[in-house]
C-alpha cells in the first residue's frame, strides 16, 4: 500500500513525499486505518519496523483537522529513554512541516534547571504532542505544570523497554491523570507477561497487531567467536586493528563493562564514545554528534541506551555480551546493512551465554559460523549444552529418608540452573 492510498491529509502526503516516504510498511498499513478509526491498538513489531510513522501519522492527521483544545496538551507519547524522545520529537517536526498549529515538546531529565524551566513554559502554554520519559513527566504532574484530564491520545512506544527499566508503576501513575476516554495505543517488540498486564490495564477492547520478527538482512555476514570472559577484549583489539572501519558499535550487557571496555581500547589508541547512563544529557548529546560526524569512530552502548542511534552506515556490531532476548540480537546486528549496504555482526560466546546463541540460531533459522579465534587470542573453549547442577548435599553424605529427626533441619538452598547474564 501507499501512504496516497490512506485517508490522511494532503500537507501530511506532501511532507511523506519531500521525506521520500512512498510505500507502507507492514505496521503502518495495518495500523494506521485502526488508530483513524478510533480504536485502541496493541502493536508488537520491532524497531526499525515504522511503528513511529504507524501512530505519529493519524495522530497527526486527527490534530490537524479535528476540534481538539489548544491550551491543553492533546497527545502523551512515553518513551523509555531521553535518545529515543528526541528521535520521535524531530520525526513529529518532519511529518507536522506543512501542517499549521501542531505544536510538540520533548520533556526529559538528565539535564539543568534551564532546561526543566523551558519545559514547564512549553507545558503550561500547552503543547499538542508532549513526548516524554516517565521519570520526568512524573516530575511536571507532582509540580503541577501539566494538566492531562484533556488529554485525546496516550501513545505507549517500546513499552517493554519502559517495563525491563522499571517504569510500570510510573506509567500507571501517569495513566491515572489521564481521561476514561482517550485513545490508547501501545508498541513492544515482545509480548512478556508483565506487558500483557500492562495491555489489561489501560487498554480498551484493542485491536492488536502483530508483525513477524523479521530475519537479519541477507547481507549481514554473521560470526560467532567461542570464547573464555577473559579473551573477549584481546578479540575485539583484534577485530578493529585488522580491518579499517570508522563505524562501528559494541554492545555490552551493563554500563560497568562499557566503561571498561572504553578504558581499555582508549588505552590502545583506538577513537571511542561510550554511552551510559551515568552521563549527563549533554555529554551523551555530544558523544552521539561526534559518532555522527565521524570524530569517534567506535560506540559502546548498552541496548537501553542504545535507542536513540538512527545512523544508516554503520560497517559493523559487535556483541561484546549475547543479548538474551534473540530478538535483541536481531535489532542490534540490523544497525548494519541499511540502504542495501553490506555490514558485518560479530559475537562475543561464552559458555554462560552458549544457550542465548542457540536460542537465537532457532530464531533466525541459520547457523552461525563460528571459526577459529583471530590470530593470537588463544585457542577456543569447547561449549557444552549441559546445564551443571548444584550438589544439595556435603560429599560422602546421603539424603536421611524416613529420618524424623531431620524435619526440623533447615533445608538446603533450591539450585538456580538459570544462565546468569554477564
Not at 485502541?40 to 513489531?45: K, R, S, V
Not at 519496523?49 to 512515553?78: F, Q, R, W
Not at 572504553?262 to 551510559?276: D, I, P
Request: proline letters at 5%.
Amino acid at each position: 500500500m501507499y501512504f496516497d492510498e490512506l485517508d490522511i491529509s494532503d500537507e501530511l502526503l506532501d511532507a511523506l513525499d519531500a521525506m521520500n516516504f512512498q510505500q507502507c510498511t507492514p505496521i503502518q498499513e495495518q495500523a494506521i486505518p485502526k488508530i483513524l478509526e478510533g480504536h485502541d491498538l496493541m502493536g508488537i513489531a520491532q524497531t526499525g519496523t515504522g511503528k513511529t510513522a504507524a501512530y505519529l501519522l493519524p495522530v497527526l492527521d486527527e490534530l490537524s483537522h479535528g476540534d481538539y483544545p489548544k491550551d491543553s496538551v492533546n497527545c502523551i507519547i512515553m518513551s523509555p529513554t531521553r535518545e529515543l524522545a528526541q528521535q520521535i520529537d524531530q520525526q513529529v517536526e518532519g511529518f507536522a512541516y506543512y501542517l499549521n498549529g501542531v505544536s510538540s515538546v520533548a520533556i526529559y531529565g538528565g539535564n539543568d534547571g534551564v532546561r526543566f524551566e523551558q519545559e514547564r513554559k512549553g507545558l503550561t502554554l500547552g503543547a499538542d504532542i508532549v513526548i516524554a520519559t516517565p521519570g520526568r513527566l512524573i516530575s511536571h504532574l507532582n509540580s503541577g505544570h501539566i494538566d492531562l484530564k484533556k488529554t485525546s491520545f496516550f501513545i505507549l512506544d517500546e513499552a517493554d523497554r519502559m517495563l525491563d527499566m522499571g517504569f510500570y508503576d510510573d506509567i500507571m501513575k501517569i495513566a491515572s491523570y489521564l481521561s476514561e476516554d482517550r485513545q490508547t495505543i501501545m508498541f513492544s517488540a515482545t509480548m512478556p507477561e508483565n506487558i500483557q498486564k500492562l495491555a489489561n490495564n489501560i487498554l480498551k477492547n484493542p485491536v492488536e497487531i502483530k508483525i513477524a520478527v523479521s530475519k537479519p538482512a541477507e547481507k549481514i555476514k554473521q560470526t560467532a567467536y567461542l570464547c573464555h570472559e577473559g579473551m573477549k577484549d584481546r578479540i575485539v583489539e583484534k577485530v578493529l586493528s585488522s580491518k579499517s572501519l570508522d563505524r562501528v558499535i559494541i554492545f555490552a550487557s551493563s554500563k560497568i563493562k562499557v566503561k571498561e571496555l572504553s578504558y581499555t581500547l582508549k588505552s590502545k589508541g583506538f577513537n571511542v564514545g561510550a554511552m551510559h547512563s551515568d552521563l549527563e544529557q549533554k555529554e551523551r548529546e555530544e558523544i552521539m554528534l561526534g559518532f555522527k560526524n565521524r570524530h569517534i569512530n567506535v560506540l559502546i552502548a548498552t541496548d537501553i541506551v542504545s535507542r536513540g542511534i538512527d545512523i544508516d552506515d554503520i560497517q559493523m556490531v559487535i556483541n561484546y555480551d549475547v543479548p538474551r532476548d534473540p530478538e535483541d540480537y536481531v535489532h542490534r546486528i540490523g544497525r548494519t546493512a541499511r540502504a542495501n549496504r553490506e555490514g558485518e555482526a560479530i559475537t562475543l560466546v561464552t559458555q554462560r551465554t552458549w544457550q542465548h546463541l542457540l536460542k537465537i540460531e532457532a530464531l533466525i533459522e541459520k547457523k552461525i559460523p563460528k571459526p577459529e579465534l583471530p590470530e593470537g587470542c588463544g585457542e577456543r573453549p569447547k561449549m557444552s549444552s549441559k546445564k551443571s547442577k548444584k550438589k544439595r548435599h556435603p560429599k560422602g553424605k546421603k539424603k536421611s529418608q524416613g529420618n524424623h529427626n531431620d524435619k526440623n533441619q533447615p533445608a538446603p538452598p533450591k539450585s538456580d540452573n538459570t544462565p546468569s547474564n554477564q
